[in-house]
């Protein structure tokens, strides 16, 4: 066990052998830290939260009460491999959020990146992968497998079915089920998930230039209309255009995956 000089561990918490704490640290009470755990410099475990398994935190990350980060994958085929689960600096994992290590034969990692906001209840399921300033809103379900682009938000009580891929800067409405993928930059809302535009709001947040968000409107258009699949039309586009943040979308569309993919209306 390696425990930093400069780490604040309460009396009343639990940190088993072999795990290493980092300069300033702060460890509550009733907390649990396992013997594979690795908690970068200054990452906060709050009363009653749980960091087990075989689980590296990044710099910063504050994990608030309750939380359960580490544990073995929901996964009938688990059989007690030694998987892992990586989370970036800076996350917020709030109460109640639960973060499941890899399946063998999945990879065996699950990975956050940085600056990610996992509120209250919300669930990152085995092999999944996020992507920076992910927000996931209450009660959100990321099933395993799932890959989750930067700067993506999803909605409170919605859920992304296994191996859904979804694109940078999307945006998932509240109470949403989204089983097939979202292009990057989409807006999908309603039960069953529909993708019924851009994230304008989110573009302009971030200041992409009023040029080239028309380029994405009039590539959704073509998208949307027109002679041949989907595909065949995210082909031509791709031929078509010189703009970086349609070249993004129909590379997305045109890699691998394991589901189709969420169509215009």
């Given at each position: 066990m390696t425990i930093s000089p400069?780490?604040?561990?309460?009396?009343?918490?639990?940190?088993?052998?072999?795990?290493?704490?980092?300069?300033?640290?702060?460890?509550?009470?009733?907390?649990?830290?396992?013997?594979?755990?690795?908690?970068?410099?200054?990452?906060?475990?709050?009363?009653?939260?749980v960091v087990t398994g075989w689980t590296d935190i990044g710099e910063g990350t504050v994990v608030f009460p309750f939380a359960c980060v580490g544990e073995v994958p929901q996964d009938l085929k688990f059989n007690g491999e030694r998987t892992r689960l990586i989370v970036g600096a800076r996350c917020r994992?709030?109460?109640?959020?639960?973060?499941?290590?890899?399946?063998?034969?999945?990879?065996?990692?699950?990975?956050?990146g940085d600056d990610c906001?996992?509120?209250t209840g919300a669930?990152?399921?085995?092999?999944?992968?996020?992507?920076?300033?992910?927000?996931?809103?209450?009660?959100?379900?990321?099933?395993?497998?799932?890959?989750?682009?930067?700067?993506?938000?999803v909605g409170g009580l919605s859920g992304i079915h296994q191996w859904v891929r979804v694109g940078r800067g999307a945006i998932i409405g509240a109470v949403t089920m989204v089983t097939n993928d979202v292009l990057p930059y989409?807006?999908?809302?309603?039960?069953?998930?529909?993708?019924?535009?851009?994230?304008?709001?989110?573009?302009?947040?971030?200041?992409?230039?009023?040029?080239?968000?028309?380029?994405m409107r009039a590539a959704f258009q073509a998208l949307s209309q027109g002679e041949g699949s989907f595909l065949d039309r995210a082909r031509r586009l791709a031929e078509e255009t010189d703009s970086p943040y349609v070249r993004e979308m129909t590379d997305f569309i045109l890699s691998a995956s394991d589901r189709s993919f969420l169509t215009p209306k």
């Open positions: 400069e780490a604040r561990i309460h009396p009343a918490a639990v940190v088993e052998p072999g795990a290493v704490i980092g300069a300033g640290c702060v460890i509550g009470p009733f907390a649990l830290i396992g013997p594979e755990v690795v908690l970068a410099a200054g990452v906060e475990v709050k009363s009653h939260a994992i709030r109460e109640g959020a639960t973060l499941n290590t890899g399946t063998e034969g999945g990879g065996g990692v699950t990975r956050v906001l996992l509120m669930h990152v399921g085995h092999d999944a992968v996020l992507g920076n300033r992910v927000i996931l809103a209450n009660q959100v379900a990321i099933a395993g497998h799932c890959q989750i682009g930067d700067d993506v938000i989409g807006l999908v809302q309603g039960p069953r998930g529909v993708l019924d535009g851009l994230n304008l709001v989110g573009l302009k947040r971030r200041g992409v230039e009023r040029g080239d968000i028309s380029a």
